[in-house]
């Protein structure tokens, strides 16, 4: 065979196949045996564990990012010097209506959010400053990082804050999110949810949790919700429906209350989830 010819035939010959984004991914079924492993160890040794473990395997960024050496002290007057600082009225309640932000009307299931924050105790917790950020119906962020083909909405940001009252109750107006795959495993999905962050009197002591919705067929297959291994602090991350709190053709109502210390503490998310 000539060199032409073995030139020809090499470039004739099939090209070795791109490998899928998901080559070396886990599937779902090996990621639920995993969770399904973990759980049922910690049952057998009886620990009730209500928060996230920090390096539970089927979630695996968590293996990657959760600290590894022992936290250093910080002066927490020196910390307030330089934080940022803001009064009651730098915080406007239209800023709780997460749907007028813009000139046209968000697409989705309008829904409000409201509860009640309280310690360990039942004790209001006053003043508090909640936020909540959130993907919009379609399951898209607004942020370069996310990708995924879904439509962003012109009318969405996604992102809200308020102050608790005297009763420490706290109220959102907002979209119903949606789903959204993300890159742990093949063919992984993200249950809908709500990030909810709260500062506490100083802004050393934010602290962040995610609220999910009731009867999400991804619960049992989400490693992040998952890795509260307590099934009672699980359901406590899940709103209920609210009928009371739906208004006449208008919007749906959730409940969610948060509680900060004690062994009904609400879940809070440890250094490095931000999925």
Known sequence: MSRQHAELAELAEPAEPAQPPTAGLASQSAIDREIERIQADEAASGLTRTQSRLDFAPYR??????????????DPEGVELVAPVFGERDVDPLEADLTIQHDGEPIGERIRISGRIVDGDGRPVRRQLVEIWQANAAGRYIHKRDQHPAPIDPNFTGVGRTLTDDLGRYSFVTIKPGPY??????????????????????????????MYFPSDPLFALDPILQSVTDPAARDRLVARYDHDRSEHEWLLGYTWDIVLTGSHATRMEQEGDDV
Do not use: C, Y
């Open 61 to 74: 960024s968590s293996l990657l990012r959760h600290p590894t050496k022992d936290l250093h002290h910080a």
């Open 181 to 210: 795959p993300w890159g742990n495993h093949r063919n992984a999905w993200r249950p809908a949810h709500v990030h909810f962050s709260l500062f506490g009197t100083e802004f050393t002591q934010r602290m962040i949790t995610q």
